[in-house]
Structure formats: structure tokens, C-alpha cells
């Protein structure tokens, strides 16, 4: 969004675009912020927060820049997949995806923040809806499952529609997964890069496991946790089922 040309906002405008939902943290806003798009209301929704990070990946800003080259294809290159291997043989990212899914769903921030996400959309009463984090696959991929389950889509579906996401980033995948076969990586360390590169569609399906564990369903915590009653699910589907 930060890069958003005329055609662009053009194209979006003429979509009936009522709201961004900006899924970021502050550094990545900073950094590059959207484009402002006249008549469309850009609110920022920080899911993240500042989840507990390990004080080796924390105190070294090189990785975090590796790691932001590393996920993005258009500065994605052989010496930086080189790096993020080395990276990865740490042990520094072993658990850090996968909790960061966990903790989106449990830590009480997030879940106002994706609270906060779902009351602005019912403001627009069936406007588009766009929403983005830096990737587009974590923390917006969760608001997809979210929104979806809330409109009543099933679990085996939220699951194939999350895992499109490695389409769109398979030759990065591809590409990664055969450096780390190269160098002997592990099966979990494997399943450690598709999940920075792409998606991993187990840490999902935990942080989903987690919830049905802790309050039954989704349609629970979907109501306990992000606010979403029985009304307020069917204004929902009223405004975006046909």
C-alpha cells in the first residue's frame, strides 16, 4: 500500500473501498506508509504488539533486515536466502513463528486489536474491506480466518484459502527449501523457512486448535474474545453473504 500508484487507488476507489485495517507495528508504519486514499478511512490495528522475542534475535537489527529482504520477492536474492539459512541454524526463529501465531490468538492485545478491526468493519455497514500487514500472510491471513469464520465458513475451508498464500510465494519457497536441503537442514528447520518465506499451514491449525481447546469453538472465542455476538455475526453476514 505504501507504493500504491494512481491506477491503483483508481482501481481500489471504483471497488466501493470503505476501509483499510493497517495490521502492522509502528517501526514497519514508519517505515512505509500507505497511501492515502481520498474517502477511504485508514485505521491502524497493531496485532502484534510487542510479543516476547529472543534476546539474540532482538538485540541484532542485521537479522531483522535480512529477515524483512528475505520475505519480500523484490529484494529476494541468493546471497540473502544464504543468509537467512545461517539464521535459521541458530536455532533464533526455532519456536518464534509458530508462537507468534499462538500469541495472536491468546495475548489479550491482540485480541482487542482484532476486536477494535471488527467493529470498524461493521461501521462500514458492507463496504470493501481491505487489510494488510507487511507480508500479507500472518497476521492479515489470521484476519482472513477470522472473517471468514465469522461469515460461517468452515475449518477445511479457511485452511485451503490460508495455504493459497504459498502460491503466490512458492518460487521463493522453492528456492529456499532447496538451499536448505543443501545444507542438511532439518525437517523442522525445513518447515522453519516455508513458514518465513510462505506460510505453514501447522501453526495455523495449532493457534485454531488452541482456541476450540481453551473456548469450545471459533464461534466462542469469536464472541468472547473479539466481541462479535450473535447480532453483530449476523449484521455481518448480511452485509457480505449473497
Sequence with gaps: MSKATENDIQQLQGKNLK?????????????????????????????????PQK????????????????????????????????????????????????????????QNEYARMFEEILKTQGGTILWHCSQGKDRAGLAAAFILAALGVDEATIMEDFQKSNESYQSMIDAGLKLAAAHNLSEKHQGVIKAILGVNPDYLQKALDFIKTNFGSIQKYLEMKLGLTEDRIKKLQAYYLQ
Design 55 to 110: 534476546p539474540e534475535a532482538a538485540a541484532s537489527a542485521e537479522i531483522g533486515l535480512n529477515m524483512v529482504k528475505v520475505m519480500n520477492p523484490n529484494t529476494f536474492s541468493p546471497e540473502v536466502a544464504a543468509k537467512m539459512i545461517e539464521v535459521v541454524k541458530s536455532g533464533i526463529f526455532d519456536g518464534m513463528m509458530e508462537n507468534t501465531y499462538l500469541g495472536l490468538v491468546a495475548r489479550e492485545h491482540s
Design 19 to 51: 476501509l483499510v485495517c493497517d495490521l502492522r507495528t509502528e517501526t514497519e508504519r514508519n517505515n512505509a506508509l500507505d497511501v492515502q486514499i481520498p474517502g477511504v478511512e485508514n485505521i491502524w490495528f497493531n496485532v502484534l504488539g510487542s510479543l
